[in-house]
C-alpha cells in the first residue's frame, strides 16, 4: 500500500469529489488548486499617448521621475491629467491639440503605461513639449502613502518640520521643494 504525504503548505486548498459517479474529467477538475485573486491592478501608472513599442528615457532623480519622448505628434499645448479610477488607484493621463488619440477598438490596449512607486505624486505631474520633445515629470513625495485625504496643508507643513528636523541633525544637504497651487497648472 502506498502512502501520499499530506501537502506541506496550509494555504493550498484542494477539493476532493470522491464520488463515484462523477467522470473522470470531474474529478481531476475537482482536485485542482483554487484560484485566488492577484494583486495585478497597480495604484499609480502613468500612460503616455504612444504604442507600447516607443522610446521613451526614463529618468530617476531623488525627487521625481522623468519621461522623454521625441515626437511630432504632439502640439504645444500639453497637459498632464491624474484620473482617479477607483479609490486609491490613479492613472495620469497626457492631454493635448494634437495628442495622438486612438479609437474605441484600441482603447487602452497597445499603449506605453510605467507603474509608478508609492512614493509618487500624480496628483502634481506636469507634461512640456519642447524642441521636439515630450517631457512628462512625476514628483516624489518623502512619505510613502498619499493619504488622499485633501488636507495637502499638513501634509506641507509635515515636510517642513521634516527637514528642519533634518538640518539640525546635519542629515540634509538639499532644501525639499514643497508644491504650491501655483506648481500644478
Not at 58 to 65: A, G
Not at 133 to 161: A, C, H, M, R
Request: aromatic letters at 8%; charged letters at 30%; hydrophobic letters at 40%.
Amino acid at each position: 500500500m502506498k502512502i501520499h504525504p499530506a501537502p506541506r503548505k496550509r494555504n493550498i486548498t484542494f477539493r476532493y469529489g470522491i464520488n463515484s459517479n462523477l467522470s473522470e474529467a470531474q474529478r481531476i477538475m475537482s482536485r485542482q488548486k483554487k484560484l485566488r485573486r492577484l494583486p495585478h491592478i497597480f495604484s499609480r501608472v502613468l500612460e503616455l499617448p504612444f504604442h507600447s513599442d516607443a522610446d521613451v528615457l526614463v529618468e530617476e532623480n531623488p525627487d521625481c521621475f522623468r519621461f522623454v519622448v521625441i515626437t511630432d505628434d504632439v502640439g504645444n499645448e500639453v497637459r498632464a491629467h491624474a484620473i482617479e479610477i477607483y479609490p486609491g488607484v490613479v492613472k495620469i493621463v497626457i492631454r493635448g491639440n494634437d495628442v495622438l488619440e486612438f479609437s474605441l477598438n484600441d482603447f487602452e490596449l497597445d499603449v506605453w503605461r510605467f507603474r509608478l512607486p508609492l512614493s509618487t505624486l500624480p496628483e502634481l505631474a506636469t507634461a512640456v513639449y519642447a524642441d521636439g520633445e515630450l517631457i512628462v515629470t512625476v514628483p516624489k513625495g518623502l512619505s510613502l502613502e498619499n493619504s488622499g485625504d485633501g488636507n495637502e496643508e499638513e501634509e506641507q507643513v509635515w515636510l517642513f518640520k521634516v527637514y528642519w528636523l533634518s538640518s539640525l541633525c546635519g542629515t540634509s544637504t538639499a532644501k525639499p521643494r514643497l508644491c504650491t497651487e501655483k506648481d500644478r497648472r
